[in-house]
């Protein structure tokens, strides 16, 4: 399965434009795929010299332009705008077309995972009054979609303080997750996964975001399709998520350990390896259109997996949810900013 995603992961803006070698789901299943297949996971290599690239035809020298497109600005500016957003436990760039972010940072330690300030039973999920009221994602979206709102930085994180466990529930941190199998699930047992990296090292970041990736339709053409929820629909529903680890050594300019992750969201058995979810980082970069870690030097990179075992703990969600203290309610005013 996992390797049809790295596949997919690392094909899509691939130079060659060579075709993904195999279907991450096929049309009527709504389970992730347990099929291995071995195919190649960076851009193939071209079997025929590349044609020169073609000098740009702009010059260079400054001419006496008779319009002036920049004009536009003095009306406004288009965007994107990705709405860069802190709050105590998180930092995020929000996607306005999507409704989703595209990507959350956090950073756990073992002494901020130690602490207990924050109380589950006093956070609920609140809208993002940062975003512009237009472009949030709204909590009545969600209502009977059959999809959970699903943390891409978990509140088990943050509960060092009880504004930085509220943090967490803002829909900003939100995406439409399938719920049993997964939210409930698999992706939990790698959030724990996460957190237990605090064992073995002393600094642990994590970026988490959405993918929407391609799969191979019946005519045998690739093609991004994805649902969308709300009323009216605006609110997407990602066809993949990652995760992208930075697990440091805790020594200035020392050691990180790297590791990224890619998943489908869709239920995944627990008996499937963590490490069949293993994808490049720069496969997730030429997916997402972010970059990760472009000011870390290689001599500093170690591969976390060859450091530690990368496995699942399999925990039940109703004693997860009970270490937490209980199920956040919902609560339906906004709150004021908390940037």
């Excluded at 994805?226 to 697990?247: D, L, M, R, S, W």
């Amino acid at each position: 399965m996992s390797k049809t995603t790295i596949a997919i992961v690392a094909s899509v803006s691939a130079l060659t434009g060579a075709a993904v070698t195999a279907a991450l789901f096929s049309p009527r299943e709504r389970t992730a795929s347990t099929t291995a297949i071995t195919s190649i996971i960076s851009s193939p290599t071209p079997t025929t010299p590349l044609a020169p690239v073609p000098q740009s035809p702009l010059s260079t020298r400054p001419i006496s332009a008779p319009v002036d497109p920049a004009g536009l600005f003095q009306y406004g500016f288009p965007g994107p705008v990705s709405d860069l957003h802190p709050t105590p436990s998180t930092t995020s760039a929000f996607d306005r077309r999507t409704r989703n972010p595209h990507w959350v940072a956090e950073h756990i330690t073992p002494t901020s995972l130690s602490m207990a300030g924050g109380d589950r039973r006093h956070s609920y999920f609140v809208e993002d009054a940062t975003i512009p009221q237009k472009f949030r994602a709204k909590l009545q979206d969600y209502h009977r979609s059959g999809y959970d709102r699903g943390h891409q930085v978990p509140a088990a994180d943050a509960k060092w303080a009880q504004e930085a466990m509220d943090s967490t529930f803002l829909l900003s941190n939100m995406c439409p997750q399938v719920g049993d199998g997964f939210n409930r699930d698999y992706w939990a047992h790698l959030e724990d996964f996460c957190r237990r990296l605090t064992h073995d090292f002393p600094s642990v970041r994590i970026v988490t975001g959405p993918l929407y990736l391609p799969r191979r339709e019946s005519d045998g053409k690739y093609r991004v399709s994805y649902e969308v929820i709300g009323n009216p629909p605006n609110v997407a529903v990602p066809t993949h998520f990652y995760k992208v680890i930075f697990a440091e050594d805790g020594k200035t300019g020392g050691n990180v350990s790297l590791a990224a992750f890619v998943l489908p969201n869709a239920p995944i058995a627990n008996d499937k390896p963590l490490t069949d979810f293993l994808a490049p980082i720069e496969a997730i970069e030429r997916a997402s259109g972010l970059e990760f870690a472009s000011k870390l030097p290689q001599q500093r990179r170690l591969k976390l997996c060859d450091q530690i075992k990368c496995s699942i703990l399999v925990r039940e969600y109703a004693d997860r949810q009970r270490n937490l203290l209980g199920r956040a309610p919902e609560r339906t005013a906004l709150p004021a900013s908390t940037s």
